[in-house]
Structure formats: structure tokens, C-alpha cells
């Protein structure tokens, strides 16, 4: 299929921009992208002048513009998933005070798409579009548990996986038998398995045909909420993936596998 060169080049700046945490100099995208500088000034000053990205004037460096940020309320208002998703999160973080997620697998990372912190005092906070690694995630393993074993290691890589902390599986077959129980009882936990004190609990959300399309989570201190209350939270996150795949046309079992495991996309 033919492709546009200077078209790609434009959006691997936006996808650079994307995952920086501050600005970034036209010398440094040229490096990162193996692009003479030359040709990165003019593809950003095309970006800039048709507001994708903004120069900063103290600093000459690029930021994404207020297009970039259109674009993704746009989506966030229309499409039913975040919309639906981001309804339901808010009125768990509102309501009992947890940290919600709502994420997606892409290259082998969870990708956060929406996040709504607690309103209270502690506040597990993640940004959307940060990236975490799905074997130490709840709302990874979710996704995880969904797919084949030979899907499960293209996703992961070879063992042993990155240690996040002192409880993060690292070997496959504690992994393979904890994918295992996910898939009977359709809810993941993490025991602070990604940050230390914290415990998250996921599920994934179901399109019409039954296909997995993302997954929400929960997260909040281990110190603050005993093993006790877990089971009820545990109830309202199912829940909360219940309401978000009906409106997306699901009518099956909201709880375990629809459909076979399946490789990973």
C-alpha cells in the first residue's frame, strides 16, 4: 500500500511530541528520529502553523497545539467507550473514593486512555497516554488473560519480566496460572504488584460480537482498604465493565470468557 513520506514524518513528530512529559527542540526530534533537522523545522512549522503544535517563545522548543488537544476531546466526547467509561470511573472515584482506569493493549504496553482520580485525600495518579507494563497490572492481566498463551508471550517477551516491585510475577508459568483464574472469574488483581502499597482490580469491556476491546481498573492503598472490603469493590468495578460493554451492544455473561483466547492483535 503506497503511504505518504511527509505525511509519516508529521505524525511521528505528533506521536514524539505525544509521549513527552515536556517540550522538545527541533534538533532533538531530528535525533530521535533519524531525520535531518532541516526537514523536522519545516514538518513542525507546518504542524505549528496549522495549530498541531506551539512554539514556546522563551525556549524555541515545541509543545502539541491546541488542534492535538481538540482532536482528543472530540473523541472523548463521540466515542461511546470513553464516554461511557469515563461516566462510570467518575462516579467510582466520586462516590468511593477510587483511582479509576481505562486502557487498551498497543505494543506491548497498557496504554491508559482516560484516568479519574479519588476524591479523597490519596490519589493515585496516571496520566492518559502513560504506558505500564501488563504483567504487573490488574487492568493488563485483564487484557492479558484474553489472549492465547502464544499471544500472552508476544505481548510480554521472555521471562523472567521487569520486577516493578517486591510482588510483581516474573516467572511464565506463575503468570500463564494466574491468566488461568482471571479467565474463570472474569476480575484481575494486582497486589502491589506495579506500585508498592497499592492494589488495583480489573476487568475488561466487550464489544456486540463479544471481542474485548478494553479493560477499566480501580486502584487504591492497601493500607487504606482491608482484604474485607475487596469483594465489594470487586462487585462494583464488574459492574461498572457490565454498563460500559451493554453500550457497546454486549448481551452475553458479563463475567469470564465470551469466547476462546485468542493471539494477540
Known amino acids: 500500500m503506497a503511504t505518504n ?29 533519524a531525520l535531518s533537522p532541516a526537514i523536522v523545522q519545516r514538518l513542525a512549522n507546518t504542524l505549528t502553523q496549522a495549530g498541531y503544535l506551539e512554539q514556546m517563545p522563551e525556549t524555541r522548543r515545541y509543545k502539541l497545539g491546541y488542534r492535538s488537544l481538540l482532536l482528543g476531546a472530540a473523541l472523548r466526547r463521540d466515542d461511546r467507550l470513553l464516554v461511557t467509561a469515563s ?19 498497543r505494543d506491548g504496553n497498557v496504554i491508559y486512555l482516560h484516568c479519574a482520580q479519588s476524591s479523597g485525600p490519596i490519589a493515585v495518579r496516571i496520566m492518559p497516554g502513560a504506558r505500564a507494563d501488563p504483567h504487573s497490572t490488574a487492568m493488563g492481566k485483564a487484557l492479558l488473560a484474553d489472549l492465547t498463551p502464544q499471544g500472552v508471550a508476544l505481548v510480554v517477551g521472555a521471562p523472567p519480566y521487569p520486577r516493578m516491585t517486591a510482588n510483581t510475577i516474573t516467572d511464565a508459568a506463575a503468570l500463564a496460572d494466574e491468566l488461568a483464574e482471571i479467565r474463570r472469574d472474569g476480575v484481575a488483581y494486582s497486589r502491589e504488584e506495579h506500585l508498592p502499597g497499592v492494589i488495583s482490580i480489573g476487568t475488561v469491556i466487550r464489544d456486540m460480537a463479544g471481542k474485548v476491546v478494553a479493560a477499566i481498573s480501580v486502584a487504591f492503598l492497601s493500607s487504606e482498604r482491608g482484604e474485607s472490603e475487596w469483594p465489594r469493590i470487586t462487585a462494583m468495578v464488574l459492574d461498572a465493565a457490565r454498563r460500559c460493554s451493554q453500550s457497546l451492544g454486549y448481551a452475553g455473561t458479563p463475567v469470564g470468557p465470551a469466547a476462546p483466547a485468542r493471539d494477540a492483535a
Open 5 to 33: 513520506q511527509s505525511l509519516e514524518r508529521g505524525i511521528a513528530i505528533l506521536n514524539l511530541l505525544d509521549a513527552q512529559a515536556g517540550q522538545i527542540g527541533i534538533r532533538e526530534m531530528a535525533r530521535t528520529l
Open 87 to 105: 461516566d462510570e470511573l467518575r462516579r467510582l472515584a466520586d462516590e468511593h473514593r477510587l483511582n479509576g482506569y481505562l486502557g487498551v493493549l
